[in-house]
């Protein structure tokens, strides 16, 4: 596999996009602007449980800057929560924000708490990336989760996605002996059909989580994307297919082991039909995120290029060949991959 590019450039939001955040409620007038949370002073590495780095540093601001951004970060997790109603958060305070100089978006991480029980929890402020925005939207229309997030100018809130890391649920978990393996075999099969549809990429372990949750005589699983960055941006198909990722073997080969190939097109079909379930469902908002996204640049020339010759030929079907831009071509891939199911 050709290694994913490794940084992907930001793309503006154009006025359309804007336009549609605000019809759906996106948009939000926010205290706190992302670069606002770069004044930091100082910072220091934030170590794990076992004293390990974790790729993110704990920043320190000064105190007039610091109190400020903690009434307004507070204000933002109430927009998320909320909808703005202070009131109600009163007892809640910013422990810490964190920023990662790793990846595309380079996020800062906020930690709140509620001072009557140290409950915590999170939430991300991230430079506001069209192609991101539009990864976001399309999972929570045609996923089966929900997605939290607001936009303003060049910032991006997003809520926390609860869940086991990838990685660690493969080192950790794959080997418990109450682990359901059938199960979690089948919705990688889903979530890789999923991915593939709206060609969400770069679905490697580290960029998704796993919801666990107790059912009255086993358990259940969602694989949970976290990064979007990778929206329709590259040029390989096979890119957006998490199956073909190295670090996506331990699950892969369950699949292998345990589902044969008449059960594996039966979970895909099933997928399929639930992801056309969801668009006719959202008719005409999903119509209308697809019919902004048509007209972005959202990639390279190179890369559009490249990915509607690799899926005309992989679906057998020239019309592909006729796509401008990245956002038509995954208009013209939900429906190739829906076909037949949106007209019932």
């Known amino acids: 596999m050709n290694p994913i590019s490794l940084k992907k450039e930001s793309f503006p939001v154009s006025g359309q996009l804007k336009e549609y955040l605000a019809e759906y409620e996106r948009d939000s007038e926010l205290p706190v602007g992302y670069n ?39 204000k933002i997790y109430s927009i998320l929560k909320t909808s703005g109603d202070i009131s109600v958060i009163e007892h809640l305070y910013v422990d810490r924000v964190d920023y990662c100089t790793f990846g595309n978006s380079n996020p800062f991480r906020i930690r709140i708490v509620n001072h009557f029980n140290d409950n915590h929890d999170y939430f991300y402020v991230k430079k506001a990336d069209a192609s991101r925005i539009y990864g976001l939207e399309l999972e929570h229309i045609l996923s089966p989760n929900r997605i939290g997030y607001r936009v303003q100018n060049e910032t991006l809130i997003e809520e926390h996605i609860a869940g086991i890391p990838g990685d660690a649920f493969f080192k950790k978990h794959l080997v418990r002996s109450e682990l359901n393996k059938v199960r979690i075999a089948k919705e990688f099969v ?40 990778q929206q329709s941006y590259e040029g390989r198909r096979i890119i957006y297919l998490p199956e073909f990722f190295e670090d996506n073997g331990p699950i892969v080969r369950l699949c292998t082991n345990l589902l044969n190939y008449e059960a594996i097109k039966q979970y895909q079909f099933e997928e399929r039909a639930l992801v056309a379930r969801r668009f006719k469902s959202s008719y005409k908002k999903i119509r209308h995120l697809l019919s902004c996204m048509e007209e972005e640049t959202l990639s390279k020339p190179e890369k559009v290029a490249q990915l509607k010759h690799e899926l005309a030929r992989y679906h057998e079907n020239n019309d592909y060949l006729k796509c401008r831009t990245m956002g038509q071509i995954v208009a013209l891939n939900i429906n190739v991959a829906l076909s037949g199911m949106l007209d019932e």
């Open 190 to 229: 889903k979530f890789n059909e999923r991915c593939f549809i709206r060609l969400l990429g770069d679905m490697r372990c580290y960029n998704y989580v796993v919801d666990v949750t107790p059912d009255f005589e086993d358990e259940q699983y969602r694989i949970r994307v976290i990064d979007f960055d």
């Open 36 to 74: 606002e949370l770069l004044q930091y002073s100082s910072s220091f590495p934030l170590l794990d449980k076992l004293q390990d780095d974790t790729l993110w540093e704990t920043t320190v601001y000064e105190k007039p800057l610091n109190d400020a951004l903690n009434r307004g970060l507070t």
